[in-house]
């Protein structure tokens, strides 16, 4: 769903935050095939995952345009321009931060797996500090986030990105919105919007006709809502 928000025809360098084994990235980079993605995460141990999916023949295709980089987030700016992320090389950041609320749930005692998914509204500013930095001007953002934390993700956008669309990911028909996928773009004097919200799964659990398409037949989603 994530790499469902870039076009087919995107170009440029495309950084994925908190990328884990390249999930999300590689469905970016075998959906457009005029891009190159970065890989960032600060777990050694998930990002070798990622090189040994590079090796794979089913991912032959991308695996020359995808790079991966060692270097935490919320950490000193230097230290990730020392790992190759520099001012201004991205045309598009795409991110799925750890979406726990601190204080919300119980943490796992695996410091890297607890990293994973609990994220503080302090350190969400940070990663949003470092998206802005990566981007160049006019550069896009693609977030995927939990619909109760909405407001985090807006007070952490606010006087970086413009232009945001929001658009509610539905699991049925009668229950709220578990996830959003938010799109903003760095510098944008443009109003919110948020978008008519959409539907996972028919009342018998299959995937309804749109979701199939995005997942299995590498469809895109329109954030622009026309």
């Known amino acids: 769903m994530l790499a469902a928000t870039l076009a087919a025809d ?10 884990g084994s390249g999930v999300a990235g590689f469905c970016v980079a075998a959906r457009a095939p005029a891009v190159r993605v970065v890989l960032v ?5 998930v990002l070798d995952l990622a090189r040994q999916a590079l090796t794979l023949p089913d991912n032959a295709a991308f695996a020359d ?6 270097a935490d987030i919320v950490g000193p700016e230097r230290t990730r321009e020392a790992a ?23 943490a ?13 509204d302090e350190d969400l500013d940070r990663w949003m500090r470092t998206a802005v930095t990566l981007l160049r001007s006019g550069g896009g953002l693609s977030v995927v986030w939990p619909g109760e934390r909405l407001a985090a993700l807006l007070g952490a956008l606010a006087g970086r990105f413009g232009g945001i669309s929001v658009l509610p990911l ?10 959003v996928l938010v799109t903003a773009m760095k510098g944008s004097r443009a ?17 309804c006709a749109w979701a199939r398409a995005v997942l299995r037949e590498g469809a895109g989603i329109d954030m622009a809502g026309r």
């Open 65 to 70: 345009r995808v790079g991966v980089v060692e």
């Open 84 to 106: 190759g992320l520099t001012r201004a090389m991205a045309d598009t950041v795409i991110m799925n931060p750890p979406f726990r609320e601190e204080g919300r749930v119980r």
């Open 10 to 19: 995107a170009t440029g360098t495309v950084v994925d935050l908190g990328a």
């Open 170 to 179: 539905h699991p049925t028909a009668d229950a709220p919105a578990l996830r």
């Open 191 to 207: 109003p919110l919007r948020l978008l008519p919200g959409r539907v996972l799964h028919e009342v018998d659990g299959a995937f």
């Open 41 to 45: 995460d600060n777990d050694p141990v």
């Open 108 to 120: 796992s005692p695996n410091e890297a797996r607890a990293a994973a998914h609990v994220l503080s």
